[in-house]
DNA sequence: TATGTCAAAGCGTCAA
DNA sequence: TTGACGCTTTGACATA
């Protein structure tokens, strides 16, 4: 049974009840004994020191069925549940322990929180999709990190490719790696006039233009010794 | 007043 | 057929 305070104190633990809204909506028996109050928590008790008499009732969850019947057949706007805070702790524990619920579980986890399970099974449902949203966030800022990453990477090779066309080669150093030449040297840039593919050694290629990782494995896939 | 959040409703799918 | 679930939408509420 949920109680409301009127102690200011309690203004930012607040809770929205099925027709108890804190607009002018807010039925006049409430208004009676509720002047500043705003929504809260619908089960928070009172603590120690509160007066009893500053509380007011809430409909108990028959009254709230039946006020949520009455809402469905359609004349009341549905009012909008605020889940306390210990409520929501005590949701997320159970989250984190299970992401779904077997009906035992669901139905303790109700009488529990003193919800119906079918708010337990609706928050769960909804926790599951906030979960998958975030995971999803997560996935496109790791995906665009990606992006920029290999993007870089791309403009690298780019100008690497670029800096490597732009070196004069002697005609003399140019040797065909489908002539059966002698073995190169580690100071000779060459390219396979047919394949067009850099066949020097890595030594060379490293004193040259520093290539990077992916350069480094296209030189080992493509070493002067294998057939292009 | 626009916008974000979130409980809840509605509907389709799927497995038992 | 039924219950659970996912997905989308709705509507109340909070906040800037």
Known sequence: MAVFPIN?????????MPGFASSSTRPPLMKVRICVVRELDMNRVPT??????????APSAEEEEEESCINNGGTKPRKKLRLSTDQSRLLEESFRLNHTLN??????????????????????QNRRARSKLKQTEMECEYLKRCFGSLTEQNHRLQRELEELRAIKVAPSAIVSCHDRQPPLSTSTI??????????SS??????????????TSILKLHQPSQAC
């Open 202 to 215: 890595k030594a060379a290629i490293a004193a040259a233009t520093k290539p990077s990782k992916v350069v």
């Open 103 to 124: 009906p035992k579980q669901k139905e303790a986890l109700a009488m529990e929180l003193k919800l119906k399970p079918r708010q337990v099974e609706v928050w769960f």
């Open 48 to 57: 120690t020191g509160e007066a009893e008499e500053e509380w007011a009732v």
């Open 8 to 16: 200011s104190s309690n203004l930012d633990l607040s809770i929205s």
């Open 190 to 199: 060459t390219m396979c006039p047919r394949c067009e593919r850099i066949t």
